[in-house]
């Protein structure tokens, strides 16, 4: 086991990454944990103020230590002890920054809220591109390419040019989750880009104004994929976020929409 780790995260300078990984997961899990614990009044725990009575959110020193992890792991490079304990500091930090994402998104302390739900969404998105990273992807593939194609410089610059317009489609298709998981495992991005754009989306404004019956295909798309996936979705968030604990008089939000009307269920809550 030790030859093991030692091969595939010591050896090639991965354990600074493992040890921020580690410290992101660990500090968003343990923070959720306390704000579900103040929000229900239980435990030694409470909201920090300053004097003036202003509430801090953990964003606050969560962006310190994410600037001060991340210097700090620039300068010291990927091995050694200092290189880990920057990069604990920086995973802590991103930990705390993005369990309140969703409340930098809309500059509105939504984090019980149903638009709170993409704090979760963007850090398990984070969590499995991270991981993915540590199991040798590489962005755009290229080390998925043989020693013969890295000399070739024309095929490394065509395959990251190709990738990168199907990354680009996907996302102005509304596909996001593709887009980013194209952007690590080569050609990803192409189901995103072959399939119809989902409502609302940039490509469906532009190129589906006049062609109605793509445009009706792609709300019926959308709504079977969210009414299908959706609830499960939900529930996850449920699990990792809290959501499914109710504060008196505010709801975090209501279950899968209904079947699309003339606009369709848009937005980038869910779909491929």
């Given amino acids: 086991m030790g030859h093991w780790f030692y091969r595939n995260f010591v050896e090639p300078g ?6 921020a990984l580690a410290s992101f997961v ?55 002890v200092t290189a880990c304990v920057f990069a604990a500091v920086f995973g802590i930090g991103a930990g705390l920054v993005l369990d309140e994402f969703a409340l930098i998104l809309h500059l509105d302390d939504v984090y019980w809220s149903d638009q709170g739900r993409k704090s979760v969404e963007v850090v398990v998105l984070t969590a499995a591109l991270v991981v993915l990273v540590l199991g040798g992807f590489s962005p755009l593939g290229v080390n998925e390419l043989t020693p013969d194609e890295r000399q ?25 989750r593709i887009a ?19 409502p609302g989306s940039w490509w469906s404004r532009h190129f589906y104004r006049r062609r109605h019956r793509a445009r009706a295909k792609s709300r019926l798309r959308t709504y079977r994929h969210d009414r299908r996936w959706d609830r499960v979705r939900r529930r996850a968030q449920d699990v990792i976020g809290g959501f499914q604990e109710r504060v008196p008089g505010r709801s975090s939000g209501s279950g899968p929409s209904g079947p699309p009307g003339p606009s369709g269920p848009s937005g980038p809550g869910g779909g491929d």
Avoid at 14 to 19: D, G, M, S
Avoid at 163 to 168: A, E, G, K, R, T
């Fill in 14 to 19: 991965k354990l600074p990454l493992l040890i």
């Fill in 152 to 176: 070739n410089r024309a095929t490394v610059v065509l395959t990251l040019v190709v990738n990168f317009l199907f990354v680009l489609i996907a996302l102005v298709k509304g596909k996001f």
């Fill in 180 to 198: 980013v998981l194209g952007t690590l495992v080569p050609f990803v991005a192409i189901v995103g880009a072959v399939r119809l754009a989902r």
């Fill in 26 to 80: 660990l500090t968003f899990l343990i923070t959720r944990t306390i704000v579900r614990m103040i929000r229900a009044g239980k435990g030694p725990f409470g909201n920090v103020k300053s004097a003036g009575g202003l509430h801090i959110h953990h964003v606050v020193p969560g962006v310190v230590l994410t600037v001060v992890g991340g210097f700090g792991a620039v300068a010291s490079g990927r091995e050694g």
